[in-house]
Structures are given as C-alpha cells and as structure tokens.
C-alpha cells in the first residue's frame, strides 16, 4: 500500500470519470424555453371535427421551435377507443397573422406528450396565441388543469371559446429551436436557480458551487493520500 | 462469557485493526483522540461542499411533503404552537404566497411538463407583495404530518429564527443550509462507529463514510426540511454508542448516551420507535459482559438509561394527547371503507414478494412493477429526488446496485466467519436495529394494502440505517489485501465525488433546462 498507488488510482478514476461526464454534458439535448407552468391533469377542451381551442396571449418569455401539449384520442382515454385525428397547431400574432404552424399526424390513444415542430421559429418577447385545430375526422382531448377555486394561471390569458371551466387553461411547454448540451445550457440554468432564493444568492453561486464541486476532487486525493500515511505510520509504530 | 472493559481491544471485527493508533485501555476519549483526523477533516470539507449545492439547487419545497414540514416548523417557530388546531389554515400566508409564486405545487406532481417559475418579473413581483410582510401566524392548523414530534422542527427553526427578518425564501433556505450540519453529523457519527467497531484505520473508515457522506439521497434528505434528516443523525449516533455501551460493558456514560440518542431519535420521529429493541440489546449485552463487581453498578446505570428514554418519551405522548395530535402516522381505511383483516400468511407473502420474485402460487400483494427491493430500496434509497420522480440515468442504478449486493455479499460472508462472543453480540445490536425498522415499515405498507390505501415505502425510509452500510464498506475494504486498500478506497471515494456530479446535474437537468 503506497500513497502513490492510491492518489494514482483515485485520479484515473476521477479524470476518466469527468471526461466521460464531460462528454455526456455536450451532447446536445431538448431543452425548455419556458413553460405555462399549467399540469397536464385532465382533458378539458374536447376538439370535435374542425373545432378549435386558442390559448393567449401569450408573452413568449424566450425564443422556441416546438411546443410539446399533451393529448388522447378522446376526453376518456382507453384502449379501445378510436385512435385520434391530426392536429394542427399554430402560432398567431393577437391580430390573427399566422407567426408559425405545425401538425402531427393522427393515431394516438392513450393521453401523451406530442411534439409540435413548427416551420419556423419564434422569436422571444412575441405576443402570440396557440390555437389547435383538428384536421380529419374523430375528437381529441386537450389536457390542461383548472386552477382553484379563485386562483387563476398567469402569464396564460385566457381559453377559447369560453365552454370551458372557469380559469382553465392547456397545458404547453415551449422548447428551443436547437437542441442544447447540459454544459451549454449551464449559464441560462444558473439565473434560473437564483431566482426565489434568499437574497445574497446569485448565478455567481452556483458558479462558486460548482468550481467547489470540482475542487473536491483535488480533497478526495489529499484526503485518500492522508489515510494511506496515517494507515501506514500505525502498521511501522505497532510493528 | 464476561469481559472486562479493558480487553476491549478484541471487540473489533478486523483482527489487529487499530494497532498503533492512541487508545486508552478502557476506551475513555482522551485529547489525542479528540484531535480531528486529517482524512475526515478533509471528507468532512467535501462533504459541507456537496451539501451546500444540494441545499441551494433544489427548487423550493421540492422534497417530500416539504411543505407540510416548513408549515410545522413556522407554527412552531411563531407561535410556540403544534400544528393540528382545526380552526386554523395548515399554511401561513407568508407560505402560500412564496409557495404559489413559485408553483411549488404543481411542481411537486409534474417535474416534467412544469417547470419552476423563471420569471425575473414575477420574482420580482413576489418581492413586491413580501414586503407587505404577509402574515406568518396564520397557519398551525390540521397538517397531515402533526403526528411528528417536534425535535427536529426546533432544530431547523434554528435557521428560521436567525434569518428572521427575511422572506420566506430567506428562512426556508437558511433551514436548509442547517440541514449541512446533520449531513456532517451523519459522516461523523460513521466514522466513529467504524474506528469503534473495526479500529481506527482510516482507509476503511474514509471509504465507509465517504460512501455515506456522498450518497445522493442521503445529501437530499439531510438538506430537506424533514425529520428523516435528523433521524439518520440519530440512528448513526446510536449505533455508535451501542458499539461502545456493548464493546466497553456498559459504562454509565455509553449507556446515558445512547439511551440519550434513542429517545433523541424517538422524539424526531415515530419511525425510531424501532431503535428501541436495538438500544434495550446493547444494553444487556454490555451489562452481561460487564465484571460481576461492577454488574450492580451498572445495572443502576441502565435504570437511569431507562429513565432517560421514558421521561420525555412518555412527557411528549401526554402532551400530544393533549393537544388531541395522533402519535403515528395515519396510515388507515378511508370513511366508510371497511379494512381487510390482518393475516399472517398473506404479510409473509407480502414480504417475500417484496425481496424475491412472485412464486406461482402466491397472490399478488403490490400492484407496482418491478421487483420492490430494486424499485424502492436500491433505485430510491440511492437517489430518486424532488417528490421521488426525478431520477438519475438507469445505467446509475445498475452499478449502484452491483456495489450494493457485492458489499452485501462480501460482508455477509465476512460475518458468517466470525467466532467470538463478542463480534457475535455487535452483529446481534446490528442485526436488531435493521430487522426491527424494516419490520415496522413493512407492517406499515401492509396495513396501508388492508385498508386499500396506497403503496407506502420510499428509499429515503431505510437511511436511518446508512451508518451500517457505511459499516459494510469499511468492513470489506479492511478485509482487502494489504496493497490493494489503499487503491481501492481512493476509486471508491472518486467515484462516489463522479455520483455526486451526476445527481446534481440531473437535478439541473430536471428543474432548470
């Protein structure tokens, strides 16, 4: 037993480790522009034959390519039941002028997350309404959640037409055009973690974290070299 | 069969483990031994890093029933009270108002499709109306977690009371800064049992508790606001004090200590009540073991051991009683749904079914995939976060696993060597500990199952005995060959530090990408 032997395999260890996590964080990934923070909890449009449901205005807190909304083939999923129509999404200015569109082919069941690519991008700070509309035969149901008795979404306006439960509102995440690595979207992630902390938190602490994470790395070695020393000393004192 | 305390020496469960290091002859602490070894000195600084980041990355309120913890606490911390009044709001709304901006809730059930709240302008906006100063008193009432006792909340209020004048994200997150300390409380206590129970080699004691120190559940729970944090503490402490009240034939302050930490652990959380059987062990075994002079002595020490646990053990039950708090968690039938009644058979099925794999003849008794011993100790007692649905990649928990049943197998094959009387009475105090608290929590899911509630058991509920495991890895690891240990240990320790930059990015991952 030498400290040299240990330090040696703790750092191939650790080095193989990070390059390899190194790498994993680079590769690119599907990454959130910003969400309407409103769960998927229960179908509450039921689009029926070129019926449609508009959601907005929306302020576009970031730019995005897709939007992922979640949906079945009916308002009660089950196996059994016919599969559901295409949809058609699309991004609209307030005045009605189409900014984007997408559509997913139909055949889905059960209630899932469908991702909508849209043919061009949007830019951030854009006012916008996402309406869906089916485009063949059969309903579908469009998940989203009804806030509490009171409560309303913000940052949502509001669902049309207006048979739905008061305050409803669908369920739609925004995604970046491009796909980003972990490493990439560090920067952005950081702001966000500052946001609702106590006040002398910033980005800069989690810079300082993980400088600090990594930096235990270099005590794991120190630490594993002591134990070797103190290990050995007692064997040469006892011997 | 008796061993007086100074041959204490062969307690340890590593043949020649401990030579040369200062020890008294009876074990008393002496200021050489009090000296902070260099290894733990140094695991101890990893391990403040690694618990700052979990404690500060974790959106708010994002670990099990953490908002019901904070609401406790705050009822506490302003107005000297238990929750459970029925004409109060189980929340304030200096709670509800940071809890809504944040959309701690919603977050809570869907980490995927909900994201926290990134808003500049709504933080903003949340700052604006803090400074109305919301009201922080208006809480207190019916919390589904008021069957807690409340030691755990006094410690974490700590945090609360010295960041008083901040918003409730100030206060929330100083009370998860604390956490760091039971975190650091937890690694020492495994040191300690390690140098106690196999000898103060520093390679099996930094391994065992570096693997406890950096196991990512353990770092999130011990950074939550919720009583397991301060459990695990416990447990570890009292593992250690049973080592010592077993291995020096209960000397009076061994006994006081660890009947201390056992009603410490009772008074923190139900759960604890478990330790019990354990601590009761110790305690004959170290009188048994005690000279026959000294046996009237000590047994007046374990009589005001017993005191020490059944005085505010019994003090905080009148109290509760009370206040009309339950003492246990609610775990029964809905209102008008009549429970099936206990059967013997069908609770061995159950627990079979739990560890091994369903037989042919056997009804099914858990409707979850998976066999459970993977799905809910391995998977979720090495790290499944936020409310148990963000997870680490599957190819973690596959090596997580290998490591755990290798050191499961490589001890258990360790200790069915073992011979004299003594490592026999250690691996008993052990083997109680463990089978009494995996026995009240599978009695707990299978009551749940009767009265047709839900499944019950999480990982985070078998940390109380994490010390062991730490235990289990410094066993084997002082078993290795001479030359191999010192290597071992150091990939050990890289790789735990390598688990702790994968959980921590999938928390990134999950709530900020």
Redesign the interface.
């Given at each position: 037993m030498s400290v040299r032997s240990s330090v040696i395999a703790f750092a191939v260890v650790a080095v193989l480790g990070l390059i390899g996590l190194g790498v994993a964080g680079t590769v690119p990934k599907q990454s959130t522009a910003f969400s309407l923070d409103v769960p998927p909890t229960a179908p509450i449009v039921k689009l029926s034959p070129s019926g449609y449901a508009c959601q907005g205005p929306i302020d576009a807190a970031a730019g995005f390519g897709s939007i992922a909304a979640d949906l079945s083939s009916t308002v009660n999923p089950s196996p059994t039941v016919a599969p559901g129509p295409p949809i058609r999404l699309q991004v609209s200015s307030p005045s009605g002028a189409v900014i984007a569109s997408a559509e997913v082919p139909g055949g889905y069941r059960q209630e899932g997350t469908v991702n909508f690519v849209l043919d061009r991008s949007v830019a951030a700070g854009r006012r916008i309404d996402v309406c869906l509309r089916t485009s063949g035969p059969g309903t579908a149901g469009v998940w989203g959640a009804v806030p509490g008795p009171g409560l309303a979404y913000s940052h949502v306006g509001s669902l049309r037409p207006g048979n739905v439960p008061g305050n409803a509102a669908i369920a739609l995440l925004f995604i970046h055009r491009h796909r980003r690595s972990l490493l990439a979207s560090l920067p952005a992630a950081f702001g966000r973690a500052a946001l609702f902390r106590p006040g002398w938190v910033g980005s800069w602490t989690f810079w300082v974290l993980t400088a600090a994470l990594l930096a235990t790395f270099a005590a794991g070695g120190i630490a594993v070299a002591q134990a070797v020393r103190s290990d050995v000393s007692a064997d040469r004192g006892s011997a | 069969m008796a061993v007086a305390s100074g041959n204490a020496e062969s307690a340890e469960l590593t043949p020649g483990a401990g030579?040369?290091?200062p020890r008294g002859r009876t074990g008393r602490l002496s200021r050489a031994r009090l000296a902070v070894?260099?290894?733990l000195a140094?695991?101890l600084?990893?391990v403040v890093?690694?618990g700052?980041?979990w404690a500060?990355?974790v959106?708010?309120w994002q670990s099990p029933d953490e908002l019901n913890h904070f609401a406790y606490a705050q009822s506490l911390a302003e107005r000297f009270a238990l929750p459970g009044d029925p004409h109060r709001g189980i929340y304030s709304t200096d709670e509800v108002l940071?809890a809504r901006?944040?959309?701690a809730s919603?977050?809570s059930?869907?980490p995927k499709?909900?994201?926290?709240?990134?808003?500049?302008q709504?933080?903003r906006s949340?700052l604006a109306e803090a400074r109305q100063d919301p009201s922080r008193s208006d809480g207190g009432g019916a919390n589904p977690v008021a069957y807690e006792p409340p030691l755990f909340y006094l410690y974490s209020d700590l945090a609360y009371w010295a960041?008083y004048p901040?918003n409730v994200?100030?206060r929330y997150?100083?009370m998860r800064i604390w956490g760091v300390s039971l975190l650091v409380l937890t690694v020492l206590g495994t040191w300690l049992l390690i140098g106690e129970a196999i000898g103060?080699?520093?390679?099996p004691?930094?391994a065992g508790s570096?693997v406890v120190g950096l196991l990512p559940m353990e770092a999130f729970i011990s950074t939550s606001i919720n009583p397991d944090a301060l459990m695990i503490v416990l447990w570890t402490l009292a593992f250690w004090l049973g080592t010592r009240v077993v291995k020096y034939a209960a000397r009076t302050g061994d006994v006081l200590a660890l009947c201390a930490a056992t009603a410490a652990a009772v008074l923190t959380q139900p759960t604890s009540y478990a330790l019990v059987p354990a601590s009761a062990l110790a305690l004959v075994l170290g009188w048994v073991r005690s000279e026959r002079r000294e046996r009237r002595a000590r047994a007046r020490a374990l009589v005001l051991g017993a005191l020490t646990v059944a005085i505010p053990v019994v003090a905080w039950h009148g109290f509760a009683a009370s206040q009309g708090n339950p003492l246990v968690a609610n775990v029964a039938a809905a209102p008008g749904v009549r429970p099936r009644p206990f059967n013997v058979r069908q609770f061995l099925s159950y627990v079979w079914q739990f560890y091994l794999p369903r037989l042919p003849f056997q009804s099914r008794q858990r409707a979850t995939p998976g066999l459970p011993l993977y799905e809910v100790w391995l998977r979720g007692g090495w790290g499944k976060f936020g409310w148990l649905d963000v997870s680490m990649p599957s190819w973690v928990y596959l090596m997580t696993t290998v490591f755990t049943a290798a050191i499961a197998a490589a001890s258990a094959w360790i200790i069915a060597r073992f011979r004299d009387p003594l490592r026999l009475s250690l691996f008993a105090f052990y083997a109680v500990g463990m089978l009494a608290l995996l026995f009240g929590l599978h009695l707990t899911e299978f009551r749940s199952f009767l009265d047709y509630q839900g499944t019950f058991l999480q990982g985070r509920y078998i940390l109380p005995l994490i010390g062991l495991f730490g235990l289990a890895v410094a066993l084997v690891v002082s078993r290795l060959p001479?030359?191999?240990?010192?290597?071992?240990?150091?990939?050990l320790?890289?790789?735990m530090?390598?688990l702790?930059?994968?959980a921590?990015?999938t928390i990134?991952?999950a709530?900020?990408?």
């Amino acid at each position: 037993m030498s400290v040299r032997s240990s330090v040696i395999a703790f750092a191939v260890v650790a080095v193989l480790g990070l390059i390899g996590l190194g790498v994993a964080g680079t590769v690119p990934k599907q990454s959130t522009a910003f969400s309407l923070d409103v769960p998927p909890t229960a179908p509450i449009v039921k689009l029926s034959p070129s019926g449609y449901a508009c959601q907005g205005p929306i302020d576009a807190a970031a730019g995005f390519g897709s939007i992922a909304a979640d949906l079945s083939s009916t308002v009660n999923p089950s196996p059994t039941v016919a599969p559901g129509p295409p949809i058609r999404l699309q991004v609209s200015s307030p005045s009605g002028a189409v900014i984007a569109s997408a559509e997913v082919p139909g055949g889905y069941r059960q209630e899932g997350t469908v991702n909508f690519v849209l043919d061009r991008s949007v830019a951030a700070g854009r006012r916008i309404d996402v309406c869906l509309r089916t485009s063949g035969p059969g309903t579908a149901g469009v998940w989203g959640a009804v806030p509490g008795p009171g409560l309303a979404y913000s940052h949502v306006g509001s669902l049309r037409p207006g048979n739905v439960p008061g305050n409803a509102a669908i369920a739609l995440l925004f995604i970046h055009r491009h796909r980003r690595s972990l490493l990439a979207s560090l920067p952005a992630a950081f702001g966000r973690a500052a946001l609702f902390r106590p006040g002398w938190v910033g980005s800069w602490t989690f810079w300082v974290l993980t400088a600090a994470l990594l930096a235990t790395f270099a005590a794991g070695g120190i630490a594993v070299a002591q134990a070797v020393r103190s290990d050995v000393s007692a064997d040469r004192g006892s011997a | 069969m008796a061993v007086a305390s100074g041959n204490a020496e062969s307690a340890e469960l590593t043949p020649g483990a401990g030579a040369g290091a200062p020890r008294g002859r009876t074990g008393r602490l002496s200021r050489a031994r009090l000296a902070v070894p260099g290894p733990l000195a140094t695991l101890l600084v990893i391990v403040v890093a690694v618990g700052l980041a979990w404690a500060l990355l974790v959106p708010p309120w994002q670990s099990p029933d953490e908002l019901n913890h904070f609401a406790y606490a705050q009822s506490l911390a302003e107005r000297f009270a238990l929750p459970g009044d029925p004409h109060r709001g189980i929340y304030s709304t200096d709670e509800v108002l940071g809890a809504r901006a944040v959309g701690a809730s919603t977050l809570s059930f869907w980490p995927k499709e909900v994201k926290p709240d990134w808003s500049v302008q709504d933080y903003r906006s949340y700052l604006a109306e803090a400074r109305q100063d919301p009201s922080r008193s208006d809480g207190g009432g019916a919390n589904p977690v008021a069957y807690e006792p409340p030691l755990f909340y006094l410690y974490s209020d700590l945090a609360y009371w010295a960041t008083y004048p901040g918003n409730v994200f100030d206060r929330y997150y100083a009370m998860r800064i604390w956490g760091v300390s039971l975190l650091v409380l937890t690694v020492l206590g495994t040191w300690l049992l390690i140098g106690e129970a196999i000898g103060r080699r520093r390679l099996p004691q930094l391994a065992g508790s570096a693997v406890v120190g950096l196991l990512p559940m353990e770092a999130f729970i011990s950074t939550s606001i919720n009583p397991d944090a301060l459990m695990i503490v416990l447990w570890t402490l009292a593992f250690w004090l049973g080592t010592r009240v077993v291995k020096y034939a209960a000397r009076t302050g061994d006994v006081l200590a660890l009947c201390a930490a056992t009603a410490a652990a009772v008074l923190t959380q139900p759960t604890s009540y478990a330790l019990v059987p354990a601590s009761a062990l110790a305690l004959v075994l170290g009188w048994v073991r005690s000279e026959r002079r000294e046996r009237r002595a000590r047994a007046r020490a374990l009589v005001l051991g017993a005191l020490t646990v059944a005085i505010p053990v019994v003090a905080w039950h009148g109290f509760a009683a009370s206040q009309g708090n339950p003492l246990v968690a609610n775990v029964a039938a809905a209102p008008g749904v009549r429970p099936r009644p206990f059967n013997v058979r069908q609770f061995l099925s159950y627990v079979w079914q739990f560890y091994l794999p369903r037989l042919p003849f056997q009804s099914r008794q858990r409707a979850t995939p998976g066999l459970p011993l993977y799905e809910v100790w391995l998977r979720g007692g090495w790290g499944k976060f936020g409310w148990l649905d963000v997870s680490m990649p599957s190819w973690v928990y596959l090596m997580t696993t290998v490591f755990t049943a290798a050191i499961a197998a490589a001890s258990a094959w360790i200790i069915a060597r073992f011979r004299d009387p003594l490592r026999l009475s250690l691996f008993a105090f052990y083997a109680v500990g463990m089978l009494a608290l995996l026995f009240g929590l599978h009695l707990t899911e299978f009551r749940s199952f009767l009265d047709y509630q839900g499944t019950f058991l999480q990982g985070r509920y078998i940390l109380p005995l994490i010390g062991l495991f730490g235990l289990a890895v410094a066993l084997v690891v002082s078993r290795l060959p001479v030359r191999a240990v010192g290597a071992v240990c150091g990939a050990l320790l890289a790789a735990m530090l390598l688990l702790q930059v994968i959980a921590l990015g999938t928390i990134v991952g999950a709530y900020y990408t």
